[in-house]
């Protein structure tokens, strides 16, 4: 039965939202903006409010996923990577794990919103 779930969420779509429609519920803290680009990636800059979470973390020992899963039970999350690719391969795993997910695309796709950013 485990391999059917898995094989069900590898296939399916990753539920997705705008970035611009996300804004609201980050700056009220009902949801957390999560940036699952690597650490070299982040250097280019990051959007503020973001978790920088890198997905090989998440797909490996999730040194720094768990606290941060941990205290977002009960919150939207919504990811972003650099494309929108890797966030969708999170939105579907935390999916599966129960999280209430959604892919916002690229990096880019928060900027072009309008959402505030750092170096």
Request: hydrophobic fraction near 45%; proline fraction near 3%; charged fraction near 25%.
């Amino acid at each position: 039965m485990r391999i059917l779930k898995v094989l069900k969420t590898m296939f399916a779509s990753a539920p997705k939202r705008s970035a611009k429609d996300c804004h609201l519920m980050v700056k009220q803290g009902k949801a957390l903006l999560i940036d699952v680009r690597e650490p070299r990636e982040w250097e280019a800059g990051v959007a503020e409010l973001a978790l920088l979470l890198p997905l090989s973390d998440l797909n490996g020992s999730r040194t720094h996923w768990n606290a941060a899963l941990e205290k977002a039970r009960g919150k939207e999350l919504f990811l972003h990577c650099a494309a929108g690719a890797r966030s969708g391969m999170a939105t579907k795993i935390l999916n599966a794990e129960g999280f209430l997910a959604f892919n916002t695309g690229g990096y880019k796709d928060w900027v072009t919103s309008g959402w505030p950013t750092k170096k």
